[in-house]
């Protein structure tokens, strides 16, 4: 079977970076909570395509969808926790002005962070 994103696409938009959570990320809180946080964890992704940024929660037919159109980003920060690292994701003229997207590993946080701010235009010279 063909891979699918997660979210179905605008005509002419294309996924740039598709994450889950992993396992590992979130390890000690499947521990203590018995297993039960894992559907929870199997159920999020979080997206970049060529317009916009989304986060899915939840399983499908029942998921919640929030995205952020990149045009409206300024700036995409790491925020860093031992191993744990989320995206905080600033944008304009939207609802919520700031988005934390996570958790994910460090590394792929980074890469999300990374992901956003090129496709956005304001990625910061290497």
């Known amino acids: 079977m063909p891979w699918r994103p997660a979210v179905e696409l ?3 938009e294309e996924v740039v970076l598709e994450l889950g959570i992993p396992f ?3 390890a000690p809180g499947i521990i203590l ?3 039960l946080a894992e559907p929870a964890r ?4 979080f997206v970049v395509t060529t317009r916009r940024v989304i986060v899915l ?3 499908p037919g029942a998921r919640k969808v929030s995205s952020v159109p990149l045009s409206r980003v ?8 031992l191993w744990q690292g989320r995206v905080a994701i600033t944008s ?7 988005q934390m997207v996570g958790p994910m590993m460090v590394s792929e946080a980074r890469a999300f962070a990374q992901a956003v701010l090129e ?3 304001t990625a910061a010279p290497t």
């Open 92 to 98: 304009a003229g939207g609802q919520a002005g700031r």
């Open 74 to 81: 300024q700036d995409a920060a790491v925020v860093q926790r």
């Open 24 to 26: 590992a990320a979130v």
């Open 42 to 45: 199997r159920t999020r992704k």
């Open 33 to 35: 909570t018995l297993g």
């Open 119 to 121: 496709r956005a235009g």
């Open 10 to 12: 605008q005509q002419g």
């Open 57 to 59: 929660l939840g399983p």
